[in-house]
């Protein structure tokens, strides 16, 4: 346990030391207060777990606990020539989307449990915890994967079949938007207006 939580301090040290947006700012708040910034990182930590059992819009900030943070450190593993930390995010964003769908369910249920965006904060850090057991890895080797690839053979018909379908289906309607405009309704022609040329009357 001691050797998670060290790898754990190591890795959000690392992060305080990275030139960033959010380094920057706690540089400069640093600047001007004279207070260290982990213990700054650290505050604002217990600030976001207050809030996410008393404050208004904890979905919101959960929420962007669990995009931001991934977000960032897939695209800096997108631009890297190492392919295993693409796998690492790959697989936490795949269990983000189960749980994503999922929660969309059973969220009007879940919305009334009192402690619900903290364990779901704690969920999502889990998932994307720097060690080799974490949430995301977890869960695809154990849940995931095995029903992949339990399912994936009738799961590749299905979505074969469904391709298929969509292909005709946008094929007849090209086709038809096509014909009827080919052969649409003809322009109707123009009214002719009256002459306005003077005619004189004819007299017997």
Request: aromatic letters at 16%; a neutral charge; glycine letters at 6%.
């Amino acid at each position: 346990m001691l050797a998670i939580f060290t790898k754990i301090k190591d890795r959000v040290e690392a992060f305080l030391n990275e030139k960033n947006i959010v380094t920057d700012c706690l540089n400069s708040i640093e600047e001007k207060t004279g207070i260290k910034k982990r213990y700054l990182a650290l505050g604002a930590v217990g600030v976001t777990g207050a809030y996410l059992l008393f404050g208004y819009g904890a979905s919101l900030l959960c929420n962007l606990i669990g995009f931001v943070y991934p977000a960032y450190y897939s695209i800096k593993a997108i631009e890297s020539p190492d392919k295993e930390d693409d796998t690492q995010w790959l697989t936490y964003w795949v269990i983000y989307s189960f749980f994503s769908v999922g929660e969309f369910f059973a969220d009007i249920f879940l919305h009334w449990f009192p402690l619900y965006y903290v364990c779901k904060c704690l969920f999502l850090l889990w998932c994307m915890a720097p060690v080799s057991w974490n949430g995301s890895q977890v869960l695809y080797r154990y849940v995931v994967r095995p029903f992949f690839l339990k399912h994936e053979a009738r799961v590749d018909e299905i979505s074969g079949k469904a391709m298929s379908a969509a292909e005709n289906v946008t094929r007849e309607v090209l086709h038809t938007l096509v014909r009827n405009r080919a052969v649409g309704p003809a322009e109707p022609e123009a009214k002719r207006l009256p002459s306005s040329a003077f005619t004189e009357p004819t007299v017997d």
